[in-house]
């Protein structure tokens, strides 16, 4: 990639999500028997003493560089949505493996209805062991 001495770059970081910006400052060329080389050097955008040098080679490490803010957007948005699915699909995998069976999700959840004939009462027994008792008749909406 080519890039020009005051060109605004737009890293966007591989292992962590986020984006960090800089700005390349020096355009080396060196010249040897085995041909040119052309390196670019870059600082960290922040006040006066507190930028830092780094060279493209590393920014390649950190991340993906963007010269237009537009396309390292793009970039993150279509990353966000990747990631989305994965979590959605791995949710969907756990409905599939465990949430599909009735007698399951009352020992998950741990509460039964016991409804007596005789009483017009119906005990609830909550996950903790408590009982407590409805002072509607579930019998007939059950």
């Known amino acids: 990639m080519s ?27 060196k010249k040897t028997l085995s041909g040119t080389i052309t390196t670019f050097k870059t600082r960290t955008l922040a006040p006066p003493g507190k930028a830092k040098k780094v060279t493209i080679d590393s920014l390649t490490l950190e991340g993906e560089i963007f010269t237009d803010v537009l396309e ?29 069976k009735k007698e399951d999700s009352e020992e998950a ?13 119906s005990i609830v027994t909550l996950p903790d062991g408590t009982e407590a008792r409805l002072k509607i008749n579930l019998g007939s909406v059950l």
């Open 109 to 121: 959840f741990g509460a039964k209805v016991d409804i007596s004939k005789e009483q017009n009462d």
């Open 72 to 100: 390292a957007r793009k970039d993150m948005l279509q990353r966000t949505e990747v990631a989305i699915d994965k979590m959605i699909q791995a949710n969907k995998n756990l409905i599939n493996k465990f949430g599909n």
């Open 3 to 29: 890039f020009k001495v005051g060109d605004i770059l737009w890293v966007v970081g591989r292992e962590r999500p986020g984006v960090r910006v800089y700005q390349v400052v020096e355009e080396l060329t």
